[in-house]
Protein backbone atom coordinates (compact mmCIF):
# COMPACT_ATOMS: atom_id res chain seq x y z
CA UNK A 1 0.00 0.00 0.00
CA UNK A 2 1.44 3.17 -1.19
CA UNK A 3 1.63 6.31 1.89
CA UNK A 4 1.97 9.92 1.11
CA UNK A 5 4.82 12.23 1.82
CA UNK A 6 4.83 16.09 1.30
CA UNK A 7 7.97 18.03 1.38
CA UNK A 8 7.50 21.64 1.72
CA UNK A 9 10.64 23.72 1.46
CA UNK A 10 11.10 27.58 2.21
CA UNK A 11 14.59 29.62 1.20
CA UNK A 12 14.49 31.87 4.41
CA UNK A 13 14.24 31.53 7.89
CA UNK A 14 11.83 34.70 7.93
CA UNK A 15 9.50 32.48 5.35
CA UNK A 16 7.00 29.76 6.63
CA UNK A 17 6.05 26.33 5.38
CA UNK A 18 2.58 26.81 6.83
CA UNK A 19 0.92 27.91 3.40
CA UNK A 20 2.20 25.01 2.18
CA UNK A 21 0.68 22.71 4.65
CA UNK A 22 -2.38 24.18 4.46
CA UNK A 23 -2.85 24.11 0.55
CA UNK A 24 -2.30 20.40 0.94
CA UNK A 25 -4.98 20.09 3.43
CA UNK A 26 -7.59 22.71 1.13
CA UNK A 27 -6.83 19.74 -1.73
CA UNK A 28 -8.12 16.82 0.52
CA UNK A 29 -5.11 15.26 1.40
CA UNK A 30 -4.68 14.30 5.25
CA UNK A 31 -0.69 13.57 5.38
CA UNK A 32 0.34 12.17 8.43
CA UNK A 33 2.57 14.50 10.68
CA UNK A 34 5.44 12.24 10.36
CA UNK A 35 5.26 12.09 6.60
CA UNK A 36 5.63 15.65 6.83
CA UNK A 37 9.20 17.24 5.85
CA UNK A 38 9.56 21.22 5.85
CA UNK A 39 13.08 22.21 5.76
CA UNK A 40 14.81 25.93 5.19
CA UNK A 41 16.98 25.88 2.68
CA UNK A 42 17.82 27.88 -0.77
CA UNK A 43 16.32 25.87 -4.33
CA UNK A 44 19.90 26.48 -5.30
CA UNK A 45 20.85 23.67 -3.31
CA UNK A 46 20.31 20.28 -5.33
CA UNK A 47 17.29 18.52 -3.78
CA UNK A 48 19.69 15.43 -3.07
CA UNK A 49 21.96 17.75 -1.03
CA UNK A 50 19.51 19.07 1.17
CA UNK A 51 19.28 16.93 4.66
CA UNK A 52 15.44 16.99 5.28
CA UNK A 53 15.34 15.72 1.60
CA UNK A 54 18.01 13.14 2.42
CA UNK A 55 16.05 12.12 5.21
CA UNK A 56 12.69 11.95 3.01
CA UNK A 57 14.56 9.51 0.60
CA UNK A 58 15.33 6.98 3.45
CA UNK A 59 12.23 7.13 4.92
CA UNK A 60 10.10 6.67 1.53
CA UNK A 61 9.50 3.53 0.02
CA UNK A 62 9.00 1.84 -3.46
CA UNK A 63 5.20 2.83 -4.52
CA UNK A 64 4.67 6.13 -2.11
CA UNK A 65 4.14 8.89 -2.94
CA UNK A 66 5.58 12.70 -2.80
CA UNK A 67 3.87 15.56 -3.03
CA UNK A 68 5.12 19.31 -3.58
CA UNK A 69 2.77 22.22 -3.95
CA UNK A 70 5.06 23.74 -6.78
CA UNK A 71 8.01 22.57 -8.43
CA UNK A 72 10.06 25.16 -7.48
CA UNK A 73 10.03 23.37 -3.80
CA UNK A 74 12.23 20.55 -5.81
CA UNK A 75 14.69 22.92 -7.34
CA UNK A 76 15.25 26.54 -9.22
CA UNK A 77 15.43 25.52 -12.53
CA UNK A 78 14.29 22.71 -14.97
CA UNK A 79 17.33 20.42 -15.28
CA UNK A 80 18.07 19.95 -10.93
CA UNK A 81 13.95 19.31 -11.15
CA UNK A 82 14.14 16.80 -13.92
CA UNK A 83 17.33 14.92 -12.98
CA UNK A 84 15.26 14.90 -9.24
CA UNK A 85 11.68 13.63 -10.63
CA UNK A 86 14.07 10.69 -12.55
CA UNK A 87 15.58 9.71 -9.72
CA UNK A 88 12.33 9.45 -7.36
CA UNK A 89 11.09 7.60 -10.41
CA UNK A 90 13.80 5.60 -10.57
CA UNK A 91 13.15 4.03 -7.08
CA UNK A 92 9.54 3.68 -7.89
CA UNK A 93 8.11 6.86 -6.03
CA UNK A 94 6.02 8.77 -7.37
CA UNK A 95 5.92 12.68 -7.60
CA UNK A 96 2.73 14.71 -7.97
CA UNK A 97 2.27 18.56 -7.95
CA UNK A 98 -0.63 20.12 -6.87
CA UNK A 99 0.17 23.65 -8.99
CA UNK A 100 0.08 21.51 -12.18
CA UNK A 101 -3.44 20.20 -11.15
CA UNK A 102 -1.77 16.82 -8.85
CA UNK A 103 -0.06 15.47 -11.98
CA UNK A 104 1.83 13.07 -11.48
CA UNK A 105 5.07 13.93 -13.05
CA UNK A 106 6.52 10.07 -13.31
CA UNK A 107 3.40 9.32 -15.81
CA UNK A 108 3.90 10.40 -19.45
CA UNK A 109 1.47 13.29 -19.14
CA UNK A 110 3.46 14.15 -16.19
CA UNK A 111 6.90 13.17 -18.41
CA UNK A 112 5.63 15.60 -20.90
CA UNK A 113 4.61 18.28 -18.71
CA UNK A 114 8.18 17.95 -17.18
CA UNK A 115 9.59 18.18 -20.84
CA UNK A 116 7.23 21.35 -22.05
CA UNK A 117 8.67 23.17 -18.50
CA UNK A 118 12.10 21.93 -19.41
CA UNK A 119 12.22 23.83 -22.84
CA UNK A 120 10.55 27.12 -22.01
CA UNK A 121 12.68 26.97 -18.75
CA UNK A 122 15.85 26.73 -21.36
CA UNK A 123 14.29 28.91 -23.55
CA UNK A 124 13.61 31.74 -21.21
CA UNK A 125 17.68 31.53 -19.93
CA UNK A 126 18.73 31.63 -23.81
CA UNK A 127 16.73 34.50 -23.97
CA UNK A 128 17.99 36.27 -20.57
CA UNK A 129 21.27 35.86 -21.56
CA UNK A 130 20.87 36.98 -24.80
CA UNK A 131 19.90 39.94 -23.49
CA UNK A 132 22.44 40.29 -21.07
CA UNK A 133 24.83 40.16 -23.88
CA UNK A 134 23.50 43.12 -25.64
CA UNK A 135 23.61 44.89 -22.71
CA UNK A 136 27.05 44.69 -21.97
CA UNK A 137 27.91 45.32 -25.56
CA UNK A 138 25.76 48.45 -25.55
CA UNK A 139 27.75 49.52 -22.37
CA UNK A 140 30.79 48.89 -23.97
CA UNK A 141 29.75 51.20 -26.82
CA UNK A 142 28.36 53.78 -24.75
CA UNK A 143 32.40 53.58 -22.77
CA UNK A 144 30.62 52.60 -19.68
CA UNK A 145 33.02 50.85 -16.90
CA UNK A 146 32.13 47.08 -16.65
CA UNK A 147 32.57 45.33 -13.48
CA UNK A 148 32.47 45.73 -9.73
CA UNK A 149 33.52 49.21 -9.05
CA UNK A 150 36.78 49.43 -6.98
CA UNK A 151 36.57 50.25 -3.51
CA UNK A 152 40.15 51.21 -3.05
CA UNK A 153 43.05 52.07 -5.29
CA UNK A 154 46.38 50.78 -4.99
CA UNK A 155 47.66 53.94 -5.52
CA UNK A 156 45.55 55.53 -2.50
CA UNK A 157 46.76 52.57 -0.50
CA UNK A 158 50.43 53.08 -1.35
CA UNK A 159 49.93 56.60 -0.11
CA UNK A 160 48.63 55.74 3.12
CA UNK A 161 50.98 53.10 3.32
CA UNK A 162 54.14 55.92 2.87
CA UNK A 163 52.71 57.92 5.64
CA UNK A 164 53.30 55.48 7.72
CA UNK A 165 49.76 54.72 9.80
CA UNK A 166 48.88 50.60 9.85
CA UNK A 167 46.87 48.56 7.54
CA UNK A 168 43.70 48.63 10.09
CA UNK A 169 43.56 52.76 10.15
CA UNK A 170 44.06 52.91 6.71
CA UNK A 171 41.14 50.43 5.91
CA UNK A 172 39.16 52.81 8.47
CA UNK A 173 40.05 56.15 6.59
CA UNK A 174 39.22 54.24 3.08
CA UNK A 175 36.12 53.05 4.45
CA UNK A 176 37.12 49.40 3.33
CA UNK A 177 37.48 46.04 4.65
CA UNK A 178 40.96 45.15 6.14
CA UNK A 179 41.61 42.47 3.47
CA UNK A 180 41.14 45.06 0.74
CA UNK A 181 44.05 46.86 2.33
CA UNK A 182 46.24 44.04 2.70
CA UNK A 183 45.49 42.80 -0.97
CA UNK A 184 46.94 46.13 -2.15
CA UNK A 185 49.41 46.86 0.71
CA UNK A 186 52.44 45.80 -1.23
CA UNK A 187 51.22 46.29 -5.10
CA UNK A 188 53.11 48.67 -6.97
CA UNK A 189 50.96 51.55 -9.01
Known amino acids: MSRTFLY???STIEQTTENQIQEVRSQGFEIQPNRVV???ISGSVPA??????QKLLERMEH???L???KLDRLGR??????NTVEMLNQRGIRVHCLALGGVDLTSPAGKMTMGVIAAVAEFERDLLIERTQAGL??????????????AASAAQVQQLKSSGISQSVAATKLDVSLSTIKRLWNKTT
Request: proline share 5%; aromatic share 2%; no cysteine.
Open 48 to 53: TERNGF
Open 77 to 82: NAIDVR
Open 67 to 69: LVT
Open 63 to 65: SDV
Open 8 to 10: ARV
Open 137 to 150: NRAKLAGKPLGRPS
Open 38 to 40: VET
